[in-house]
């Protein structure tokens, strides 16, 4: 059974500080991962997509991945009150035979940014 | 350019009911996933959808469960006769092809949150 697995949180840092958001995954030839952002009542949002081993930095956020480790994580540098969300890790299937769609999402980590 | 419009945002229905939640893809995206995130759990793929076929229901409970996607109108997610543990929050996304697992091809609506009484 494939699985993600997130720290469900509330991960809390105050404003400016650092926010890291890790995620675990099961299946060791996953190939890609996708981190969406989530406010409260509102849809997930694609912030982040990462597939090689290393980092990718865009803006603020920073994708992880370390496939030996199976983890990939998120970091968010000068971190805002507006950044307060929870934060999905998602993973397309190993062999999509095109059902890419068949998204696997981690439960979500809770992160609260205090101004 | 609207999003994946999703209604209604918030629905009560008591045991035994039924539950219609509906879906418009984005203009222009003829493909329709639903999703269904239980309370504490993440979401979880339920059906694949294009207009008049239900191309992969491998996610949908085998009974009480139906979706479709007419030719026109909205995609309708339907539950019968529910139960409490059908509460939850159900999610439509859409694309505007097959979703390849290239990122800002798939998007996302705000969801249904179905709460059973």
């Known amino acids: 059974q494939k699985e993600v697995e997130q720290n469900s949180g509330p991960l809390s840092v105050p404003e400016g500080a650092i926010a890291s958001l890790n995620c675990t995954y099961s299946?060791?030839?996953?190939?890609?991962f996708f981190w969406y952002r989530q406010y409260s009542g509102k849809s997930p949002e694609l912030i982040m997509f990462i597939y090689s081993n290393g980092d990718k930095e865009d803006g603020r956020f920073t994708a992880q991945l370390n496939k030996a480790s199976q983890y990939v994580s998120l970091l968010i540098r000068d971190s805002q009150p507006s950044d307060s969300a929870t934060y999905l890790c998602a993973v397309p299937p190993l062999r999509s035979g095109g059902s890419n769609y068949k998204l696997t999402f981690g439960k979500g980590t809770l992160l609260t940014v205090n101004p | 350019n609207a999003g994946v419009m999703q209604n209604p945002r918030h629905l009560v229905r008591r045991r035994g009911q039924e539950a219609r939640l509906r879906c418009s893809p984005m203009?222009?995206?003829?493909?329709v996933y639903w999703y269904r995130q239980l309370p504490e759990e993440g979401l979880k793929f339920m059906v694949y959808?294009?207009?008049?076929?239900?191309?992969?229901e491998s996610g949908m409970p085998k009974e009480r469960f139906s979706a479709e996607f007419p030719k026109e109108g909205p995609s309708i997610l339907r539950i019968q006769q529910v139960v409490r543990g059908d509460s939850a929050a159900y999610f439509c996304?859409?694309?505007?092809?097959?979703?390849?697992?290239?990122?800002?091809?798939?998007?996302f609506g705000e969801g249904s949150r179905l709460t059973v009484l």
């Open positions: 996304a859409s694309s505007p092809r097959l979703f390849s697992g290239t990122p800002g091809e798939l998007f």
């Open positions: 299946d060791r030839g996953s190939q890609s």
């Open positions: 959808l294009q207009k008049e076929n239900i191309i992969d």
């Open positions: 203009k222009g995206h003829s493909h």
